[in-house]
């Protein structure tokens, strides 16, 4: 299935700056990650300029060299994030020029090439030839033009599978016992850092779960501390939380009726009847999970669960009547039926989907948008499987300790 076609306009202003400050952002963040960890690393051995011997300095310098290796490895995925990124740079620049080197020759043979990339014959051409090359010069634009929106989506994909699961990279302290030791694995410091609060089970952020920590699609929040009880702590547990009835900017737009699968160009290549369907999603609430993470926040760790965004769909179908077939033989009469009123069903059910089975929808139906509500007013974009507005975050991921 073709990817959605860009106007000329949108081709001529193809902006890849974006990706380039991304990938510096990335590049720099991920050399001071190592600058650092190397330096605490070898600063351990002889902390302020004087050598330290024993099992606390065998301990220290072991855990320091720990995570810098740990670093390293982060660093490395900012790296690969950065590589995909330049990467994707050059491919689009050279897919955008492509087109337009296809444009300005259709321009200078004398065809008039439109927004839409349809070609209009020059004039003195006979009519049959002159309607022959535009197409040719058509089909070329928008094969190229195809090209680069294919490579637009594919380099998103990969950006956001090399950034993905980094916010979730975090240190694992020893608990010794020790003097200072909470038996949880943090150590107060000369007593001006508080111990965290005793942290409720939960699940460590999965590697593959592109969702989990993408602003898009959820949130942190704090997990309140537990009241004074005894016996084991309870482990988390899932709660769903939905919105009221009648909350406002929680609805996206319609994708408006398309046929899925559709494989033909010309209205009188569509068969008999075309089933059609449209998609709307809404956020129906949140359900804050049992994947948690570790956050200093104000001088003391805290624990934080991921809430993610609940969503629901409606599905509207139609059956429309069409093409020479159904004009002339669908009644078995051979008459004219392209007049028969399309049938319609209009779903006024809402009924849950989640992020990865929208991501699937949109993946088998890459010629159409789909929208997401952010909740704000805004929407989040899928085209081709891949979430696609906003755009990446500038910035790189917080690395924080786990609980």
Not at 64 to 93: I, N, P, Q
Not at 218 to 231: A, D, F, K, S
Not at 301 to 315: H, L, P, S
Request: charged residues 25%; aromatic residues 8%.
């Amino acid at each position: 299935m073709s990817a959605p076609l860009p106007s000329l306009s949108q081709i001529r202003g193809w902006d890849t700056e974006h990706l380039t400050a991304a990938a510096d952002r990335w590049t720099a963040t991920a050399a001071r990650w190592e600058r650092t960890f190397s330096s605490v690393s070898d600063q351990m051995r002889e902390p302020g300029g004087t050598p330290w011997f024993g099992e606390a300095a065998e301990a220290a310098q072991q855990r320091a060299y720990a995570d810098r290796l740990k670093v390293v490895g982060v660093a490395d995925r900012l790296h690969t994030s950065a590589d995909a990124a330049r990467s994707a740079v050059r491919e689009l620049e050279s897919a955008k020029q492509r087109v337009l080197s296809a444009v300005a020759q259709a321009r200078a043979a004398g065809f008039t090439v439109r927004e839409d990339l349809s070609v209009t014959p020059a004039r003195g051409v006979g009519w049959h030839a002159g309607r022959s090359v535009a197409e040719r010069f058509a089909a070329e634009i928008r094969e190229r033009a195809a090209t680069l929106a294919g490579l637009d989506r594919q380099a998103a994909g990969r950006i956001f599978a090399a950034v993905g699961g980094i916010g979730g990279v975090g240190f694992d302290e020893p608990r010794d016992g020790g003097p200072g030791d909470d038996g949880r694995g943090t150590r107060a410091l000369d007593g001006k850092e508080s111990p965290p609060a005793p942290a409720q089970p939960g699940d460590p952020i999965d590697p593959g779960d592109l969702f989990v920590d993408d602003p898009r699609f959820g949130h942190w929040e704090n997990v309140p501390p537990l009241p004074p009880h005894t016996g084991p702590i309870p482990p988390l547990k899932p709660e769903y939380r939905p919105y009221p009835a009648g909350t406002p900017l929680k609805v996206g737009p319609t994708t408006a009726m398309y046929t899925p699968g559709k494989s033909w160009a010309a209205d009188a290549d569509a068969p008999a009847v075309q089933a059609q369907e449209e998609y709307r999603f809404r956020l129906a609430g949140t359900e804050a999970t049992t994947t948690t993470r570790m956050a200093h926040e104000d001088g003391r760790w805290q624990q934080q669960r991921w809430v993610r965004n609940v969503y629901e769909y409606q599905r509207n179908t139609s059956k429309v009547f069409g093409g020479d077939i159904g004009r002339r033989q669908l009644d078995g009469t051979g008459g004219d039926i392209a007049g028969t009123p399309q049938i319609l069903r209009i779903d006024t059910e809402w009924k849950p989907i989640s992020l990865p089975e929208i991501a699937a929808r949109s993946a088998r139906n890459a010629d159409i948008t789909y929208y997401l509500p952010d909740g704000c007013g805004g929407t989040v974009t899928y085209v081709g499987g891949v979430p696609m507005s906003p755009s990446l975050p500038h910035s790189p991921p917080i690395m924080t300790r786990p609980r």
